[in-house]
């Protein structure tokens, strides 16, 4: 099976903190993806990855930068933590970009809240 | 652009009730078209998907028809089971920017009570 672990479940942070948040998958899949997850708003993408150290922005990257140093890992930055940035944060990693039809395997899911 | 709407919840209904969660979309040609199920405290998970007009996606009871004269692929389930409860997101594959992405409804929060 194809596991997608994202490193907490939950976060506190101060405002103005710089934040990490850490996602691994281990079924060697070219693309990973950074969502926030906000009640009313469904899934927006903030960026995602095609390959090592590649990114691409989403429909809502300010304020988030991104990380892939390897295939299997990116990583999510919050460089100056805000409170509008309380949110839950889901990963997901899938096969390939260029077929439209491959599935998207999602972490279970960040909640962080910036204080 | 491309997008997908989804009806609003939540949607509350008593065991062994019929489920409709109803979902249409705006997009170009004929895309995959996916049902995404999200269980409390978990990620999404895929819960069935159909590739082409007229197909029929099925999975664990609920069922989901592509229907492009509609635009439309209506989730359903004819009995639902309290652990059925869970957030139901209808997405659609959209290619821009050179890109395959996944765009996502809003979500329908079902919840069933005993």
């Known amino acids: 099976d194809v596991k997608v672990t994202q490193s907490s479940r939950y976060l506190v942070k101060r405002t103005g903190e710089k934040v990490f948040l850490e996602c691994v998958q281990d079924m060697d899949h070219e693309n990973m993806f950074w969502y926030r997850q906000d009640p009313g708003l469904g899934l927006r993408l903030i960026y995602f990855s095609y390959d090592v150290k590649m990114k691409e922005k989403g429909d809502i990257p300010e304020g988030y930068s991104v990380s892939r140093e390897k295939k299997e890992r990116f990583s999510l930055i919050l460089e100056s933590a805000s409170t509008n940035q309380t949110s839950m944060y889901l990963c997901?990693?899938?096969?390939?970009?260029?077929?439209?039809?491959?599935?998207?395997?999602f972490g279970a899911g960040t909640r962080l809240s910036v204080l | 652009g491309d997008s997908v709407t989804q009806m609003e919840g939540p949607v509350t209904l008593s065991e062994e009730a019929f489920l409709t969660i109803n979902c249409t979309y705006t997009?170009?040609?004929?895309?995959?078209l996916f049902w995404y199920v999200q269980y409390p405290g978990e990620g999404l998970q895929l819960l069935l998907k159909?590739?082409?007009?007229?197909d029929k996606g099925s999975n664990k009871g609920f069922e989901a028809t592509y229907r492009k004269e509609t635009t439309s692929f209506h989730l359903e389930k004819g009995s639902v089971q309290v652990s059925d409860s869970a957030v139901y997101f209808c997405a659609l594959p959209s290619f821009s920017g050179g890109y395959n992405k996944l765009i996502f409804g809003a979500g329908t929060r079902l919840a069933v009570h005993p």
């Open positions: 997901a990693s899938s096969f390939t970009h260029r077929d439209p039809k491959n599935i998207q395997y």
């Open positions: 997009a170009t040609g004929y895309p995959s």
């Open positions: 159909a590739t082409k007009a007229d």
